[in-house]
């Protein structure tokens, strides 16, 4: 059966919850006009999986109309029922770098005890590539959830503000060898002469990956 603009629509109007989610997967298929007009129905389904499936695609949907995504995605973030759904739209504001969200997202990141949510919000700022991101971040790198912390790791080779440098110093020690890793890769991104110094420190890691992928990090002699 052809996939068609109508044939989608009809489907994301059925009272079947699995027609309306094979008619937000069918979204991939039509052109981005078409498709980002009608992911705004399933956006407002009552079903919370079809709505973090819908909110999902609009990290790339989202370009054919950023203030209308703005709109949506804020909504979703401030007012969605579902942890996911909210985490999702924290995600897609990152991915279209919408700084404009940054109050709201920092303001959430303070106000909820969702780690999922936080780390989606920590990972956003990453990708915004806004510098006022850089507090929250610092905040983040100390969390007592280790998947917030290297989130913050990450975000903050993303951000590319050498400020982050001294910071991740300290984590380069860290016993978790996974943040150790999320370490190298942002010294790697950051690239001073004194992320640089630290990594040449990793190549000496007791956990293989990280000494090499330090080694792969520093410039060639």
């Excluded at 999922?116 to 507090?135: C, K, N, P, T, V």
Aim: charged share 25%; aromatic share 4%.
């Amino acid at each position: 059966m052809t996939i068609t603009p109508d044939s989608v629509q009809n489907l994301l109007r059925s009272e079947e919850l699995s027609d309306r989610l094979r008619a937000v997967n069918q979204l991939r298929q039509l052109d981005r006009p078409n498709a980002f007009r009608l992911v705004q129905i399933p956006i407002e389904d009552s079903n919370p999986r079809v709505r973090y499936a819908a909110v999902s695609q609009l990290d790339t949907l989202g370009c054919e109309n950023l203030p209308k995504s703005f709109e949506i995605l804020r909504d979703r973030l401030l007012n969605d029922s579902e942890i996911d759904v909210q985490a999702a739209a924290a995600d897609c504001l990152g991915a279209l770098k919408l700084t404009e969200a940054f109050p709201d997202l920092a303001r959430i990141y303070h106000n909820t005890s969702e780690w999922l949510l936080q780390m989606s919000i920590i990972a956003a700022l990453g990708e915004m590539g806004d510098s006022r991101g850089f507090e929250l971040l610092e905040e983040a790198l100390k969390s007592e959830v280790d998947l917030v912390k290297t989130a913050a790791i990450s975000s903050f080779g993303e951000l590319g503000d050498l400020r982050a440098v001294h910071l991740l110093s300290d984590c380069a020690k860290d016993p978790d060898w996974q943040v150790r890793y999320r370490v190298v890769q942002a010294l790697n991104r950051l690239g001073s002469p004194e992320a640089l110094a630290i990594l040449q420190t990793m190549t000496n890691d007791e956990v293989e990956q990280i000494a090499q992928e330090a080694k792969n990090s520093l410039p060639i002699a």
